[in-house]
């Protein structure tokens, strides 16, 4: 049983600040979600961490409100339900509307504490859920990837030549998958110089994200069927969150295949995203759709679909970054996805194994039990603040 939380916040300098189109930060506003649980063979720790930034730019979530509603709503339902396991927890979070990042970070951390106590690693788990290869009962689900293809993010850059720079460096620590941020006014000629300077699809897998930036341009085709002819795996959220209709539209005069990311919320809105023909591929970001559970939806139902997805960044610390590395490991997650190594972002991380990158441009999965691995001593000295919440002080 659930029987206390802590809510920790850090504030971690990112190696070189992040661009993109909501906005540019330095130091990424962290919260962790520390959970301790019981059960009939002994007690266990579970972390989760909540993706929401420190403002509210990419989605309506921010830190503060993650914690608002955690402390205000979840924390007070969970205890009062006594929840025994994610699915419990899951149930008893449904009483809140909207605030996934939020809850995604707690259900992560139950589900971690139960793994970790019943001995099973979150891949293996994720996998076993997955309908993909599942025969019947007792199948063990979807076979799980023991390494993942990594893919490494740049945002905008000051000029052509520090992206240049900066995408180079990057090819040579090993990554073949590159993901650019783009808006209008930096798209056509940031794509064309790397691939004229650094070489083409056989180099390496190239992608853009505008991060819905061309929700007020009078013609996005305009802009954008020029990119058609560079080779690129996808173009991601091109258009506002909310518009479907414009992005099946759009895709309709693109080659290149619509990437959604903003826009799927959950496997219902995934489920009517695909139905309009308004992606071709799916981003998948556990914290934006309220948890691993429900992103394991969104694989098995784009798998029936034959729409390919994959793991998107929160600019997560270590324990994010393992979650996703587990669910990167289904096998419908056949584009690598914006999971770098830890020394991408940070100096130094805030888990005893951090992702490293192998020669071959993967990353392992972790094969401890939960998330599989964890958190470095002396981390409560590196956070800002923290609180505890106790099952047994509820009603107080
Ligand atoms: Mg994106």
Known sequence: MLAGVELLRLDLPLREPWVSAHGVFSTREVLLVHALADGPTGCAEGWGECAALGEP???EEYVESALDVMRRHLLPALFSARVGSVWEA???????????MAKSAIETAVLDAELRLAGVRLADHLGGLSRLGSTGPGDAG?????????GVAVGIAPSLDHL?????????????????????????DPVVALRKELGGPDRFALQVDANGSYAGVADPAASLTPLDEQGLV?????????????????????????????SIVSAR???????????????VKPGRVGGYLEA???????????????????????????????LAALPNFSIPGDISASSRYWWSD??????TLAPDGTIAVPLGPGIGVDVIDGLAARASASEWFSAGRVGE
């Open 142 to 150: 979807a076979a799980v990837r023991r390494r993942v293809a990594a």
């Open 57 to 59: 730019s990419y989605s």
């Open 234 to 262: 996808l173009i991601e959220q091109p258009l506002a969150d909310d518009d479907l209709l414009g992005h099946a539209a759009l895709g309709r005069r693109l080659s290149t295949p619509i990437c959604l990311d903003e």
């Open 90 to 100: 899951r149930a008893a979070m449904k009483v809140v509307k909207g605030h996934r």
């Open 296 to 326: 394991v939806a969104i694989h098995d139902l784009c798998a029936d679909e034959g729409v390919p997805v994959w793991c998107g960044g929160m600019l997560e610390t270590g324990v994010g970054r393992a979650a996703n590395l587990a």
């Open 164 to 188: 240049i720079d900066a995408v180079g460096r990057h090819l040579e620590e090993g990554y073949r998958r590159v993901k650019i941020k783009i808006r209008p006014g930096w798209d056509l």
């Open 350 to 355: 805030i888990v005893t194994e951090p992702a």
């Open 269 to 283: 809105s995934a489920a009517v995203a695909v139905a309009l023909g308004a992606c071709g591929v799916v981003n």
